[in-house]
């Protein structure tokens, strides 16, 4: 391509006119879109978001006349760096989403690019069929992506690759022209040849395209020195450069593939899968499916001393016909056990005798029935066992195998786990060889990692020869950037001494591109240039991406040696600062991951589908401006507050981000910092003095209830305090719970001592459940005291307002410290409330506090908790409770799953011997606190409702029981869908019997 032409924000607006859809070129956007899960950053001209396939056509005449690129972009998940560059952004993750056409009978599929791979899969399972390939991001990555990136996955074994399952593609070329590309059979392929030659000088893009391919594929040399020089065919995973090699075991090429099976017809989709978006853009693609997978799962982890041991066991392991065969490393074991989530997960886990953690090799024997896989194992386990390798076994089945492919599947996002600033980085963490030379590859690996003074972590798909290896290194300093460099050079030597691909599955992109003459010889570099000169003549797919790549360590996320100021926060962060936090995001988009696939992050992305309202944006934001704002106070940014605006705080992301990443806490803090600049909004104050405020009311109650009862006055009031009008505000009870506490008689008790934390939601508006919770309790044997507190500051963390939540750790804790133990624990209604002694205080309270904060925090415990825990000890049974059938729905709340479980709340509703007891499969509600009740925010908070917990609702018969621990979810719950939701208390108190 000639230099790009200057282009301006005036022309990228008359550009924006002629689209359906939308361009942004904002600098909040455009930074959102200058990275994707690899070490690379480069700031985009414009990010487009089209509509249709004549925005496409567009975007493509567009990029021709100003000698821009265009760089297609689906979930963002590249680990090397292929949807970053300098062009226009094309994201066809929000409408290119279509599931266009089922053939159950032909077994094939047609989608759209931005159609989700696990997704696609729950509409193919109805007709028994499955499309294979399963990458690690399989909940969020899409179709085009895999394509594109020719992905493969732990079951590669079996499934193979993308390439193998891609029958035809419908295509826009670089002159915006359709093309669609299939099977051709060798008299047509000849045929559509003669044609093109015919043409001439009135020959197509599409004929040249044809025209080229052929001329390089029935050269002699040119055959001689793709198969000489190409990875070794018993690899299954080669993703070196444009797939010539697979063209050329094609009909009219060969009579067999180079596994010797019969030629398959001419397919330019085999080049195009692997291409990284570079020759043309994908607008449909269609599957070749497969049946389902076997019903019985069957998962043996292998527990071995050394790397080097599972390794020389995978290849025993393969004679039995697996499904998958994966490696977990040490390193990924050590970061699940920080991480909530995956700590669960990990259950399995058996330390080796010195007490390290071991490889594990887990191997998937699915078979049709559990007998046949208990069978194998015992078989395969004698044989390992014979062999001197492993020393424990476990095979798991049902539920247990879900949690170790999360575990598995987790292993990058766990990786931002590792403190500080150095990091596993992705540099050759894509290298495949045969598998038989694999134990002696790894080997040498290692040996060039010691030489260095380097370690790294090992895991993923020892089963097919492709160990994701990613090296320790700071990649802020100066010699982080040699080492980043010079490892890569030194195991693409290894690599091609092995006949290996340096890219497995995760393409060549940026990182790699350097790399390719080496890897398939200048000779063959100089047909890949060929391949992408005639597809892309003006150079505007996707350009510096597998050819003409610039230096692998140029635009790099980070600068060597950059200097970024120490920052002075409220919160602690706990072995590192609050940049270091914001970047343990690594990209690997497990927020992008939709309702349809479960969990809580991130309710805003699952209503809007916008990348902008993502954990990784808000962590890429702060991130941003922290390192490069030329402000003094970097906080006090706008790109920040807006970025923020949709998050709800509802701690989804420190529950299920595999890297840990708690954006409520950086957002708390970041709106601090923002009003330390700015000043507080009258109704951040309001809200955050929600305690104070409410308890002036409470003394006129009629008066606040007459207002907000009345629709016209409620409206009224909610719009002078920026509340949406339709919002529904909770009612003020005629008395508060302290005052009717301190009023009554309590029955005399010899039973254990609770405390009750009389939280602010709970004294003023859900006076009933407190009063049922405390009856409940003293009916049970308890002694309940209401202890001197204060408020909890959930309302003042909300609003960011942490120098007053402060405070009001500060003096709970003194106030409590010393009566709250395991024998007396603080008990709480409101979940939000009681987790934050939990939660926030001991990142906030001052220094001389922690360790008090944190004995507390053992001892504070939510109602449910308190009361799983008496069954545990059998201080409580199901004998005092009815006997009656009833069906309970459940809907948890967002902060009770990231910091507690919804365990201890199933357990407590199924004392009933016969409450039957379900989850609601809900994320967040969408209320979070006073984000619901805000005029800008309540649209997006009800589409949020009804992902899932809305309809859910709905479609239950009355005499069901709707439970929702939540304050706000009751009230959310109501205003959605007119049903009243019980807090579990209230349920457990009208069991008694």
């Known amino acids: 391509m000639t230099a790009p032409l200057s282009v301006t924000n005036s022309d990228l607006s008359l550009l924006a006119k002629q689209l359906e859809g939308e361009l942004h070129f904002d600098n909040t956007m455009r930074t959102l879109y200058a990275t994707d899960a690899s070490a690379y950053r480069e700031m985009p001209l414009a990010v487009a978001i089209p509509k249709s396939e ?19 972009r689906t979930a963002g998940t590249s680990l090397a760096g292929q949807v970053v560059g300098n062009g226009i952004v094309v994201d066809v993750s929000r409408n290119f989403t279509k599931i266009l056409e089922i053939n159950a009978a032909e077994k094939w599929v047609r989608v759209q690019p931005g159609v989700v791979r696990d997704e696609l899969n729950m509409a193919l399972k109805p007709y028994g069929l499955y499309f294979g390939p399963e990458t690690s991001t399989a909940n969020r990555a899409m179709i085009g992506g895999m394509v594109g990136n020719n992905s493969c996955g732990s079951n590669s074994i079996v499934y193979g690759s993308a390439r193998e399952h891609t029958l035809e593609v419908k295509a826009i070329l670089a002159d915006g022209s359709d093309a669609e590309f299939k099977n051709i059979k060798g008299a047509d392929f000849k045929n559509l040849l003669t044609s093109a ?15 080229k391919t052929n001329e390089i594929l029935q050269s002699p040399v040119n055959q001689d020195e793709i198969r000489r020089n190409f990875p070794k065919p018993s690899i299954g995973r080669r993703n070196t450069g444009y797939a010539l090699d697979m063209l050329l075991h094609t009909e009219p090429y060969s009579n067999q593939n180079a596994l010797g099976e019969p030629a398959q017809p001419f397919n330019m989709c085999s080049l195009i899968a692997g291409s990284e978006g570079t020759l043309c853009f994908l607008t449909e693609i269609k599957l070749n499916l497969v049946p389902l997978p076997p019903k019985t799962q069957g998962l043996v982890c292998v527990h071995c001393d050394t790397i080097d041991e599972a390794l020389r066991a995978t290849i025993l392991t393969l004679k039995y016909q697996p499904h998958a065969v994966e490696l977990i490393d040490d390193y990924v074991l050590e970061c699940a056990a920080t991480n909530a989530e995956q700590k669960k997960n990990a259950f399995f886990v058996k330390n080796k005798p010195d007490g390290k953690y071991p490889a594990i090799l887990v191997v998937d024997l699915s078979r049709e029935t559990k007998e046949e896989v208990e069978a194998l194992s015992t078989e395969m386990i004698k044989e390992l066992q014979d062999a001197g390798m492993g020393f424990h076994y476990p095979l798991l089945f049902g539920d247990d195998t879900k949690k170790i492919w999360t575990l598995r599947k987790a292993g990058l996002g766990l990786l931002g786990n590792i ?70 050079e030194e195991i693409a030597n290894l690599v091609k001494k092995y006949d290996g691909s340096l890219s497995g599955e995760h393409g060549d992109g940026r990182l790699r591109g350097e790399f390719i003459p080496k890897m398939v010889g200048e000779h063959n570099y100089q047909l890949f240039k060929d391949i992408k000169r005639v597809w892309d003549p003006n150079n505007i ?44 995001c690594n990209g690997s988009g497990d ?42 106070n970097r906080f006090d940014n706008k790109e920040i507050k807006e970025v923020y605006d949709l998050c709800l705080a509802c701690k989804g992301c420190k529950g299920e981000c595999p890297s840990n990443v708690d954006v409520a806490k950086l957002k708390m803090e970041f709106l601090q910092q923002y009003h330390d600049a ?40 909610n719009t002078m305090v920026g509340f949406h009008p339709e919002r529904t505000m909770p009612l003020l009870h005629s008395t508060t719970l302290k005052k009717w506490y301190d009023q009554r008689k309590a029955t005399k008790s010899t039973g254990r001592r609770v405390y009750l934390f009389c939280d602010e939601f709970t004294n003023y508006n859900d006076v009933e459940i407190g009063k049922k919770s405390i009856l409940t309790l003293e009916k049970l044997g308890y002694e309940v005291i209401i202890p001197k507190h204060a408020p909890s500051g959930r309302p003042q963390l909300s609003k960011g307002l942490l120098k007053d939540a402060k405070k009001i750790a500060e003096e709970n804790i003194n106030l409590l410290k010393d009566i709250i133990s395991y024998d007396t624990p603080l008990v709480g209604i409101e979940p939000s409330a009681i987790l934050t002694f939990r939660d926030e205080y001991p990142d906030l309270v001052s220094d001389e506090l922690v360790e008090e904060s944190k004995k507390l925090a053992q001892n504070a415990l939510q109602f449910d908790e308190f009361i799983s825990r008496e069954i545990e000890l059998k201080h409580i049974s199901k004998d005092q409770f009815t006997k ?39 994320g967040c509600c969408g209320m979070a606190g006073s984000f619901g009740y805000e005029k800008e925010h309540y649209d997006i ?42 807090h579990p208390a209230e349920i457990l108190w009208e069991a008694l019997v």
């Not at 610039?550 to 609050?578: C, G, S």
């Not at 009656?884 to 709340?893: A, D, Q, T, V």
């Not at 621990?965 to 009230?971: D, E, L, M, Q």
Request: charged share 25%.
């Open 678 to 717: 700015n000043g507080i909004p009258l109704r951040s104050w309001l809200v955050g003095n929600f305690s104070k405020m409410t308890g002036i009311a409470s003394y006129v109650p009629w008066a606040y209830n007459l207002v907000f009862k009345n629709a016209p006055l409620r409206k009224i009031a």
């Open 591 to 632: 927020c992008r991951k939709t309702q349809m696939s479960g969990g809580t992050m991130c309710p805003s992305f699952m209503a809007t589908r916008n990348e902008k309202d993502t954990t990784r944006a808000r962590a890429n934001i702060l991130r941003e401006m922290l390192t490069r704002s030329p402000k003094e």
């Open 54 to 72: 004549a925005d496409i056509k567009t975007l493509i005449r567009y990029a021709t006349e100003k000698r821009i690129s265009l760089i297609p």
């Open 197 to 211: 030659q015919q043409k001439n000088g009135s020959a197509t893009l599409l004929d040249k395209i044809y025209l």
């Open 941 to 982: 908070s009800m589409q949020i409702g009804e992902l899932v917990l809305f309809p859910a609702v709905r479609q239950q018969p009355e005499e069901v029981i709707i439970a929702a621990p939540g304050t706000s979810c009751r009230h959310q719950i109501h205003d959605g869908t007119g049903r009243h939701a019980m």
């Open 884 to 922: 009656e059938k009833r069906l309970i729905k459940l809907h948890g709340h967002c902060q009770q799953k990231a910091i507690s479980s919804m365990i201890p709340t199933k357990k407590m509703l199924s004392l009933p011997e016969n409450y039957n007891v379900q989850l609601i499969p809900s």
């Open 419 to 488: 403190p500080g600033d150095e990091k596993a980085v992705a540099v050759i963490e894509d290298t495949a060889v045969d598998v038989y030379d694999q134990p002696d590859y790894i080997r040498d690996f290692n040996e060039i990692l010691k030489k260095h003074g380097m370690s790294a972590v090992h895991y993923a798909h020892a089963g097919t020869g492709e160990i994701h290896l990613r090296p320790i290194i700071n990649l802020k300093t100066s010699e982080g950037h040699r080492q980043f460099r010079m490892i890569a």
């Open 541 to 584: 797919f996707n350009p510096g991406k597998i050819v003409d790549t610039a230096p692998m360590d140029t635009f790099l996320r980070y600068e060597a040696d950059q200097q970024t100021p120490e920052f002075k926060t409220y919160f602690r962060f706990q072995d590192q600062d609050i940049l270091q936090h914001a970047e343990q």
